[in-house]
């Protein structure tokens, strides 16, 4: 409907809206609502509707088609560009995820509109949203506003509070006539990841960050062992990456992953600026290093000074312990 | 075969940045200015498909005032052959939009047939202007790239787009705008040869009335710069380590209740 707030579904491939979705939807009903869906993709499964429905989405814009899947940001762009001018809602919103960030820029370019990628936060003052993005590598926070609607803003993972579940609730499921663009980009293939059975690192709520301190790629093992004791996903630093101890999709920093998560516990990372970059919105952090001197005890909740080899093993049978209980 | 690459001048993520009198900009004096690492491995892609080609010709494009001047300057002593400086005051406050509406201008009046973008520019990382200006053109593009092949008869690029949880491959016809991610490249070192050679290439001046931009009022604008909220103090957990940790445990579980 006219003025609602539309929040674009990130999806799991298979037919299911990810958990992210309900941070975008919470948010967009603390915005004031109505709160609506738009979900592009070449399946849906009734239960995922039924989720959005139960995260606060009243009604969902379900755009389904087979020439959807893949993401191209070339045909999604111009799909809800028509469906946007047609609807005129105030504000379209979606977590930052790979394609989202691509497909929101496109999408503001269409429109005539701006983009505020990658927002902290979101606040109506008056008439108007202003939206709360770190710079300069994290060092500073800076507010922006839209000359016009719809306000477009993607919205980083793990930060805003997600939607209560309304168990039982379901929204409207409108399904639009989908017209397609001629596609140019043809995917020829999809090359998955070895899956560490650990959560992604941008989704993850706990994450264990390995610096130049690890020493070595074999010992990530002891880091992974306490992964799979709390859940966590690991990533590393970039000293650690460029000496090929760990792929660069595990980098965490201001050239590699922005996290934020509940936990960030660094082991052998000294907290060089560009790697607070990627971190520094973490709610809690956990520092432990050898060097008492180490800039990441400026920032973190809890610092442990001792060498990590003795300190890892003994957390891994500790949160056990706890876990177990 | 002609190949564009657009490069922002940032400051180095190193130095201090301070607000200043005017709460919408940062202190630029006192600040180390240097191409947003993203771009310098857009800049290198673009030489290594060049030196592989055995031909071409890559133009850097950077919108800024006068000091982006030397940025272009480090793009022509790694290797660009030649640059161009979109430089107006008139479009001083630009947003990505704005800035993929002057590029799209100078794409036009090149016509390369490739773009090459930074992911993100380190200074007010939206990761925005590739797509937008692939939008504005209406161009194939590909954000995030870890690999990328142009063929034989620069028809098509194929590229491999990191996305979460793998790499998804994908072909598409030139022209197209790509971005670089870290792992694409090593950008090299302007050797000495390359930096006495680039005080000679050219480097043009455009002007906003050049591009034809029309209205050139930006869509987003910032309001305010702020300082970070300071953090609470941290607590450096005491004793053996055996003790330091149950702690540490204790105080995720029951203090912080993150666990
Ligand atoms: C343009 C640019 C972009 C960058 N982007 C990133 C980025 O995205 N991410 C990133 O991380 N970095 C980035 N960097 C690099 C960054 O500046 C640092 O060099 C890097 O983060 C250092 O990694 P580290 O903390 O693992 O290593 P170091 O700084 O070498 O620190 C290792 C730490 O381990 C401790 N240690 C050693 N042994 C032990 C032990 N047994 N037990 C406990 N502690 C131990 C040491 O005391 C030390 O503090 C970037 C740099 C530049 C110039
Ligand atoms: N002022 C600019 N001049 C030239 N290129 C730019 C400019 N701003 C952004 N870009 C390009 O767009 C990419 C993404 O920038 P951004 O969307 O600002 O994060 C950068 O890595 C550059 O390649």
Known sequence: ?325 | MKILVAIKQVPDTATQVKISGDPKAIETSGITWIISPYDEFAVEEALRIKEKRGQGDVVAVSLGPDRVKEALRSALAMGADRAVHVNDPALAGADTLLTARALAAVVKQESPALVICGRQAIDDDMGAVGAQLAELLGWPCASWIMEETVDADAKTVRVGRQVEGGLEVFDLPLPAVLSAQKGLNEPRYPTLKGIMGAKKKEIKDVKAADLALGDAAPQLTVTTLEALPPRPPGRIIQGEVKDAVKELVRALREDAKVI
């Open chain 1, 1 to 325: 409907m006219a003025g609602a707030l539309w929040c674009v579904v990130e999806d799991d491939r298979k037919g299911m809206p990810k958990k992210v979705m309900a941070e975008a939807l919470g948010e967009a009903a603390r915005l004031g609502g109505p709160v609506e869906a738009v979900w592009l993709t070449d399946k849906a499964d009734d239960a995922g509707l039924q989720q959005l429905g139960e995260w606060g989405a009243t009604k969902v814009w379900l755009l389904q088609h087979e020439g959807l899947a893949p993401y191209r940001g070339e045909v999604w762009a111009p799909v809800v560009a028509d469906l946007a001018a047609k609807e005129t809602p105030k504000a379209i919103l979606a977590p930052v995820t790979s394609r989202q960030r691509e497909f929101m820029a496109r999408l503001a370019a269409r429109l005539g509109v701006g983009l505020a990628a990658d927002s902290v936060a979101l606040a109506l003052e008056g008439d108007r949203l202003v939206a709360t993005r770190p710079v300069y590598a994290g060092k500073l926070l800076s507010k922006v506003t839209w000359a016009k609607q719809p306000w477009l803003a993607t919205l980083r993972p793990n930060v805003f509070r997600p939607a209560e579940v309304q168990a039982g609730r379901s929204a409207q499921v409108e399904r639009p006539p989908v017209t397609l663009p001629a596609a140019q980009m043809k995917l020829v293939e999809r090359r998955e990841e070895v899956s560490t059975g650990l959560p992604e690192l941008t989704e993850a709520e706990i994450v264990l960050s390995g610096g130049r301190g690890m020493k070595g790629p074999e010992n990530y093992v002891i880091l992974e062992e306490l992964g799979g004791v709390v859940g966590a996903a690991v990533g590393a630093s970039r000293a650690a990456v460029d000496a090929g101890w760990r792929p660069h999709r595990f980098q965490i920093g201001q050239t590699g992953r922005t996290i934020s998560p509940k936990l960030y516990m660094g082991f052998g990372v000294s907290g060089a600026i560009q790697h607070l970059a990627g971190m520094r919105t973490s709610k809690v952090i956990v520092a432990v290093n050898k060097d008492p001197e180490a800039p990441i005890f400026k920032i973190a909740d809890y610092g442990i000074v001792a060498d990590l080899f003795e300190v890892v093993p003994e957390m891994t049978t500790e949160f056990k312990r706890l876990l177990e209980k």
